[in-house]
């Protein structure tokens, strides 16, 4: 079982609808939950990041961590084809200097 | 945050040869990353640069393969030797601008092609 499990899609989705990624991971010790988005030819962007369980809201994103089942989610509201990027979840240990586990990768294609 | 700068942004090399990577943060970091990104895999950390000590490689990434230099607090790179067919890939370079690597910025990345 991989560390992190994501979804490659391709997940296509049209103007305005509610969009959601997630993963999943075997790890109890992570603490730390990021996402990045990666549009193509560039290098990840930081769009979200929560420190254990709960939620974050910036704008039309929402960031989601449930420790217990170990499940973590982005919603993406009101969705633009500007949100068409492949979508990174990211986690890591309590320890400083423990490396960033990547999931693959959601490619999202949002059509006007 | 961090702007990293990462250089070249692509390039074609003959079998056999090496490519450095160059990595310029605009601030002082303690720590840098490297990552390989191959199509329709996950990131996959390489090794960590720290000023002043030498690099620590992850399982599978040898320093003879991918030697790495940090010669300040802004600066790393990133050299891939004797390349194969089987390096080309997209390298990316990232630091982290406070403490630990939580928050992880990225450089644009370098599209390696191995002929």
């Known amino acids: 079982q991989k560390e992190v499990e994501q979804d490659p899609g391709p997940l296509s989705v049209p103007e305005g609808a509610i969009v959601s990624l997630n993963c999943t991971y075997s790890?109890?010790?992570?603490?730390?939950f990021m996402w990045y988005r990666q549009y193509s030819r560039k290098g990840p962007e930081l769009l979200m990041y929560t420190y254990s369980s709960g939620n974050k809201e910036d704008g039309r994103f929402t960031a989601q961590v449930d420790k217990s089942s170990k499940y973590i989610s982005l919603f993406i509201r009101d969705s633009q084809p500007s949100d068409s990027a492949t979508y990174l979840c990211?986690?890591?240990?309590?320890?400083?200097?423990?490396?960033?586990?990547f999931g693959k990768g959601t490619t999202l294609s949002v059509s006007s | 945050s961090a702007v990293i700068s990462q250089k070249p942004s692509r390039d074609i090399c003959q079998r056999g040869t090496s490519l450095t990577i160059q990595c310029q943060v605009d601030s002082q970091v303690t720590m840098m990353f490297w990552y390989r990104q191959q199509p329709g895999q996950s990131l996959t950390l390489i090794a960590t640069?720290?000023?002043?000590?030498?690099?620590?490689?992850e399982s599978g990434f040898v320093i003879d393969k991918f030697p790495i230099s940090r010669p300040n607090l802004t600066f790393s790179t990133l050299t891939v030797s004797n390349l194969s067919p089987e390096d080309s890939s997209i390298y990316l370079c990232?630091?982290?601008?406070?403490?630990?690597?939580?928050?992880?910025?990225f450089g644009s990345g370098t599209q390696l092609s191995v002929l």
């Open positions: 640069a720290n000023q002043g000590s030498e690099a620590t490689y």
């Open positions: 790890n109890s010790a992570f603490q730390y």
């Open positions: 990211a986690m890591s240990a309590a320890q400083a200097g423990t490396a960033l586990i």
């Open positions: 990232s630091a982290n601008p406070g403490q630990g690597n939580e928050k992880l910025f």
